[in-house]
């Protein structure tokens, strides 16, 4: 998957054309399936939207959706590629008569949205994974701690499948500390709230006492560097800058320092 890095990436930046079905496995975010058209190439794909104004979305949470996606991409997950969807009233014309009108008619301007996946299922509880599929799954419960991620529980796991990879999606409730009044000032060491939270994430009882060393994610932590921040801000549009980036960057940059500590917090809540 490209980073964001790479000399040639660009953010796809999306018109929304048209409407082709409201996705129920979306859940509260209530994204919906559109066709739209990229700004840079001129070609049409089908993409997943996320309206601004969906429940549970705001511009705050789309920022946060698109600093973890590249994140993800910049180390090397399986992610879903985002991309900016763009819609106009031409756009909410065509969504008349459907779910997601309200959403969608208050959402003119700049949405977060995700290039769509097809040939993937979505994992469910307790599902059978083969050992090859171990290796996303150590990653994945790192990524979702560096990223403070609650949102990939159990129940509700936010992961696809084809039966090879596994990818990631739904990050909005990522870097919950930017909305939380009491903050870890040591973010690199778990506290209470970690442990209860990062129990319950799917892959907590695929992965305990099962001796996963993390080392090979320890080392993709450096690829989180300054070049890496500048990129970023460069990317995110104006309107979705506010305080939250700037904490975000400080709090990696935190864990990323402190990574040995960080990696046997890790393997402690494992134990």
Known sequence: MAKITDTDYFLPNVLALNRLESLVRGGTTEPMLIRGICTTTQEKDDYVVKFKRSPRMSIESSCRELIAAFIAMEIDLNTVQPALISVNQDFINTVKGHDGYKAASESIGFNFGTVYKCGYSVLIKNQILEDELMKYAEE????????????RRTEKPNLLCDGSNILIFDHEMAFSYTTSIFKNPTPWILDEYDYATYKNHYFYHYLRKNGFSFE?????????DQNF??????????????????LIMKTLNLIINNKDTFIKEIKKLLL
Do not use: G, H, T
Not at 216 to 224: D, P, Q, T, V
């Open 140 to 151: 994945i419960f790192a990524f979702d701690l560096l990223i403070s991620n609650p949102d």
């Open 216 to 224: 090979a994610f320890s080392n993709k932590l450096k690829l989180l």
């Open 229 to 246: 921040w500048r990129k970023l801000s460069v990317l995110i549009p104006e309107e979705w800058k506010n305080d939250q980036v700037e």
